[in-house]
C-alpha cells in the first residue's frame, strides 16, 4: 500500500477513535507526526503531545490575528557568519584533540583561526550545531559559528577564542552559580559532559564562559554514539546531572529551576521552529511538555494517583529505593511524600485544644518517643519533627519506612500507668519531657499493615498468588508457634537439668574469658598459689573438690565424673611452651586443667541436656505431637511454597521499574514506600510491640497535629 | 552463635546504644537488610537469605511478641545473631577495602584469584578464621 493512502487511513481512523471518546492507538498515532492536520465537518483537527504524554488529535484553535508576527528568530540569523571562508580557503594548523578530533585552522586569506569539526559524522555534528543554535536562542554564549552542510559529512566552524582558561580551574560558587542559570537548558538539551573536563571556557579578554564543546548534547554522545533510549521525552537529566555533577547542584533551589523552566517554556517554540529533524521536533517537544509539569500552578491532589513518571522521577532522585540522606532518611520515600506534599509541617496545638480535639470519635493519640544523637538532644528532633523544611523519614526500620510513635489506646498519658505510653518512654530513653503527643484526626487515611501486605501481593503478583500467600502465611505461623512451643520446653529442660548437674553460669564465663595459662604461664613469676587459688575457687563453684594429696600433688574432683586430675607444680614447672614467636607463651599444664574443667563438667552437662532432650522428643506424648505436627506443617508448607513459585513465574502482573524493586521486598522497609505511593497517610500495625501495643508508621507529617511543647 | 555482636549506631553515647539495643525493633532493625538479603561482600558458609520473602511475615509476628529482645523466641534470636555476625564481619572487610580505597564495586569486578588474596590479607591481618567463609 502506498504510504500516503496509508497515513490518510491512519489518520482517518484514529481521528474518529478520538471523537468517539476512544483512546487513539498509540502505535498508530506514531505513525503520525505532532502539527499534521484532518478537516472534518469544517473543523481542523491537529496531531498534538497531551499532558500525559499520549498522542491525541485536538482541535486546532485559529491563533488570534493580533496584526503582529510573532517574532520567531531563524537558525540561519543567530549566528553572525558572513565573514566565515570557504572550506577550501583553510589550512591545518594543528590538532585540538577531543573526543572526534577537532582542528585548529587558519583562513589563508585573512589568516583568521577557526575550530573546525566534523564530528563521528554527519549526524553527529549536525546535532552539536543544532545545541548551539539552540543556546544561541537564549543568548548563552557559545562560540560563533557555521555549519557547511554536505551530503557525505557535514563541517562546523567556529570562531578560535586565544585566551581563555577552563572553567573548572577556577571554579567557586559564583561561577558556579552564573553557569547554573542555565542547568535547565544543558539537562534540555541533555548536555551530559557540559560541566566536565573543559567543555566550558572562560575567555580572559572579556570574563564571558562560553560552552565550547556541545558535541555530547542532544541524541549524540561525545563521541558520536547514538543515546538511543537515554535521550528520553522525559528530561530525566534534571535529575541525573544533578547527581553525577553535585557542586553544580548545590546552589540550585527548585524555585531558581522553576524560574529557568518557565524563561525557556517562553521561548519553546522558537525552539520547535528551528530544529528541522521530524524526530528530533517530536523529542524536543515531548521534553518541553515534561519541563510544563514542573510549573503547573494548578493545586495538585494530594492523594492523586501518581504517574509511572512521578515513581521513576523520585527513584532517580534516590539512586536506590533504599538510599538515605542525613537530611530526609530514606530519600525515595520523601521525594514521594514530597510530591504529594506530605512533608508539610504539623499544626501545633495548645494542650486544651489538642484535648478537646483528642475528644472527637476516631481521633488517635501518639506517642513518639527520641533521643538525642549527632550532636543534636531529643528537644532538637522534636523541633525538628515540627518545625523543619525537610521532613526526616528515618532510615532505620523492619515494620515500614516512615516516622514510628506508639498508638496510645486510652488516648491518655498517665496517670494512671499506661503500656503504650512506656514504649514510648522506653524510646525516650525514660525522658518524658522527649515524648511528641501527635493528634490523628479522623479523617486521616489509614491502612492496616496486614491489609497492606495483602495488596501489595495481589497487585505484584495477583489474586491467586494472594490467597496461596495467605494459607502460607497461616499454616507458617503454626509451624512458628509449635517451634515455639517445643523451645520452651527444651528451655526448660536445659534449666532443669543445668541447675541439677550444677552449672555455673558465671564460672563458665571466668572459665571461657580467662587465660590462666598464659597470665601464669611463667611459673618463676608467678607462685603455684596463684593458679591454685584461681582453680580452685572456679571448682568450688562447681561443687568440686580441689584436695592436697602431698606437697606436690593436688586432686582435682568434679561432680558429674568419677574421672581425676592431678595438679602439680613440679609438673607446671616444665610445662612452659610457646608455639611460635607471633604467639604469647602458655603453661601446658594449666591449659589441660582448664580444658579437664570444660570436658568433664560443661560439655558434659551440654550432653545431658541433649540426651535428656533426645529422650523427651522419643517418649514424651507432648514433644512427639509436636514433632508430628511440626512436620505436617512442613510438608504443607513446601507444597505450597513450590504453588507460589509456579505462581509467581506465571503471574500476570505488569510492572514498572519501581515497583519490581519494591517486589524484591514485600513487606518490611518497603512496605513504607508502597503505601506512601498508594497514597495512605499513614500505617497502623495492630499487633505491634508486644501483645498489647499498636504502632503507627506516619507518612503524611502534614496531617498530623502536635501538642506544644516547651 | 550464642549471643550475636553489638552493631553500634553512629552518633549515639554508648550509654544510649547499650539501652536501646535492648528493644526488639532497634536491635533487629539495624541487621534487618542482611537477614531479608544476602547483602554481604563476604561468602559466609551460612544459608541465606537467613529469612526468604516467604516466611517474613511469619518472621516478623514473632518480632512482634516482645518488646524486649531478650524475651524473643530462641530462633529468632539465633536468626538476628547469624546477622550481627554477618554484618560485623561485613562491615570490617569494607572499612578494610577503604582504607586501601578500594570501593565495594571494584572490589566486586575484580577475578576471583585477586578477591581471594584481597580477602586472605583481611582475614590474616585479623587473625580470623578462614574456615568461616566458602573459600576454595
Known amino acids: ?710 | 552463635m550464642e549471643k550475636g555482636y553489638f552493631i553500634p549506631e553512629k552518633g549515639l553515647s554508648e550509654e544510649n546504644q547499650i539501652q536501646r539495643n535492648l528493644i526488639t525493633s532497634i536491635r533487629i532493625s539495624k541487621v534487618i537488610d542482611y537477614i531479608l538479603e544476602n547483602k554481604s561482600l563476604l561468602d559466609f558458609k551460612i544459608k541465606q537469605p537467613l529469612v526468604s520473602n516467604l516466611d517474613y511475615k511469619g518472621f516478623e509476628i514473632q518480632t512482634q511478641k516482645s518488646h524486649n529482645f531478650e524475651d524473643l523466641p530462641r530462633w529468632v534470636k539465633q536468626i538476628v545473631y547469624k546477622a550481627e555476625h554477618i554484618k560485623h564481619f561485613d562491615l570490617m572487610f569494607r572499612q578494610y577495602l577503604l582504607d586501601r580505597d578500594i570501593y565495594p564495586r571494584e572490589y566486586k569486578s575484580k577475578n576471583p584469584k585477586l578477591q581471594q588474596d584481597i580477602l586472605l590479607d583481611w582475614m590474616f591481618l585479623n587473625k580470623i578464621d578462614t574456615s568461616i567463609l566458602n573459600i576454595e
Open chain 1, 1 to 710: 500500500m502506498n504510504n500516503e493512502i496509508k497515513i490518510a487511513l491512519i489518520k482517518a481512523k484514529t481521528l474518529r477513535d478520538s471523537l468517539s471518546g476512544k483512546e487513539p492507538d498509540q502505535e498508530l498515532m506514531k505513525a503520525l507526526q505532532i502539527g499534521q492536520t484532518k478537516v472534518v465537518n469544517g473543523v481542523t483537527y491537529v496531531v498534538k503531545m497531551t499532558p500525559n504524554g499520549t498522542l491525541d488529535w485536538r482541535v486546532l484553535k485559529p491563533t488570534k490575528k493580533s496584526g503582529k508576527k510573532k517574532n520567531l528568530k531563524k537558525i540561519e540569523d543567530l549566528f553572525d557568519t558572513a565573514d566565515f571562508p570557504d572550506l577550501s580557503d583553510l589550512k591545518e594548523v594543528s590538532s585540538l584533540g577531543g573526543s572526534t578530533g577537532a582542528k585548529l585552522v587558519e583562513d589563508t586569506k585573512t589568516g583568521k583561526k577557526y575550530v573546525m569539526k566534523q564530528g563521528n559524522s554527519k549526524e553527529h555534528v549536525e546535532e552539536e550545531f543544532m545545541a548551539n543554535a539552540i543556546y544561541k536562542l537564549f543568548d548563552v554564549k557559545v562560540p560563533n559559528m557555521k555549519l557547511y552542510k554536505g551530503d557525505v559529512e557535514s563541517t562546523v566552524l567556529s570562531d578560535y577564542i586565544p585566551n581563555t582558561v577552563p572553567a573548572n580551574e577556577i571554579m567557586d560558587e559564583q561561577l558556579r552559580d552564573d553557569i547554573a542559570d542555565n542547568y535547565i537548558l544543558d539537562c534540555l538539551l541533555s548536555n551530559w559532559d557540559v560541566y566536565k573536563n573543559d567543555n566550558i571556557l572562560i575567555d580572559t579578554d572579556t570574563g564571558d564562559f562560553i560552552r565550547v564543546d556541545n558535541g555530547g548534547a542532544l541524541r549524540y554522545s561525545a563521541q558520536g554514539r547514538p543515546k538511543g533510549e537515554d535521550f528520553s521525552e522525559e528530561v530525566e537529566e534534571i535529575d541525573t546531572m544533578a547527581l553525577h555533577n553535585p557542586f553544580m547542584a548545590e546552589g540550585l533551589t527548585d524555585a531558581k529551576m522553576k524560574k529557568q523552566i518557565k524563561q525557556i517554556l517562553l521561548k519553546g517554540e522558537n525552539i520547535i521552529s528551528i530544529i528541522e529533524d521530524d524526530d528530533l521536533k517530536k523529542k524536543m517537544y515531548a521534553r518541553l511538555m515534561d519541563l510544563k509539569e514542573f510549573v503547573t500552578d494548578e493545586p495538585k491532589d494530594p492523594y492523586r494517583q501518581l504517574k509511572e513518571r512521578d515513581l521513576k522521577r523520585a527513584l532517580r532522585r534516590a539512586g536506590h529505593v533504599m538510599n538515605t540522606n542525613n537530611k530526609q532518611g530514606w530519600i525515595f520515600l520523601s521525594e514521594i511524600c514530597k510530591m504529594r506534599g506530605f512533608d508539610g509541617t504539623p499544626e501545633m496545638l495548645p494542650s486544651k485544644e489538642f484535648d478537646k480535639q483528642l475528644k472527637q470519635e476516631g481521633a488517635l493519640l501518639l506517642n513518639r518517643g527520641l533521643t538525642g544523637s549527632y550532636g543534636k538532644t531529643a528537644k532538637d528532633y522534636m523541633k525538628e519533627f515540627t518545625e523543619s523544611e525537610d521532613c526526616f523519614y528515618g532510615t532505620q526500620a523492619m515494620y515500614g519506612a516512615g516516622i514510628y510513635a506508639a498508638v496510645n489506646a486510652a488516648k491518655k498519658n498517665p496517670p494512671p500507668p499506661n503500656d503504650d505510653y512506656a514504649i514510648a518512654l522506653d524510646y525516650a530513653g525514660f525522658e518524658k519531657n522527649h515524648i511528641l503527643d501527635i493528634l490523628v484526626t479522623p479523617d486521616t487515611r489509614i491502612v492496616d499493615a496486614d491489609e497492606l501486605d495483602r495488596m501489595m501481593n495481589e497487585e505484584f503478583f495477583g489474586e491467586e498468588f494472594k490467597e496461596k500467600k495467605d494459607e502460607y502465611d497461616k499454616i507458617n505461623d503454626v509451624y512458628n508457634e509449635l517451634k515455639n512451643q517445643k523451645e520452651r520446653i527444651e528451655d526448660e529442660i536445659d534449666f532443669n537439668v543445668k541447675k541439677d548437674l550444677g552449672w555455673n553460669e558465671k564460672s563458665f564465663n571466668v572459665l571461657n574469658r580467662a587465660k590462666p595459662e598464659e597470665v601464669y604461664a611463667d611459673t618463676e613469676k608467678f607462685s603455684f598459689q596463684k593458679p591454685l587459688r584461681f582453680y580452685t575457687k572456679l571448682i568450688e563453684s562447681l561443687n568440686g573438690t580441689v584436695q592436697k594429696i602431698d606437697k606436690t600433688t593436688y586432686e582435682i574432683k568434679l561432680p558429674n565424673t568419677a574421672k581425676t586430675f592431678w595438679l602439680s607444680p613440679e609438673i607446671a614447672e616444665r610445662s612452659l611452651k610457646q608455639k611460635n614467636a607471633n604467639t604469647n607463651p602458655y603453661n601446658y599444664h594449666y591449659k589441660r586443667l582448664k580444658e579437664f574443667i570444660k570436658e568433664n563438667h560443661y560439655n558434659l552437662i551440654r550432653g545431658k541436656v541433649a540426651d535428656e532432650i533426645e529422650k523427651r522428643r522419643r517418649d514424651d506424648p507432648k514433644m512427639v505431637g509436636i514433632n508430628d505436627k511440626m512436620k505436617e506443617a512442613q510438608s504443607k508448607i513446601k507444597d505450597l511454597a513450590d504453588e507460589i513459585e509456579k505462581i509467581k513465574t506465571t503471574g500476570s502482573s505488569t510492572v514498572n521499574e519501581v515497583m519490581a524493586e519494591i517486589i524484591k521486598r514485600p513487606g518490611g522497609t518497603h512496605r513504607g514506600f508502597y503505601a506512601a505511593i498508594k497514597g495512605y497517610d499513614m500505617i497502623v500495625n495492630k499487633r505491634g510491640w508486644g501483645t498489647n501495643t499498636d504502632f503507627a508508621v506516619i507518612l503524611n507529617r502534614s496531617k498530623v497535629k502536635v501538642r506544644e511543647f516547651k
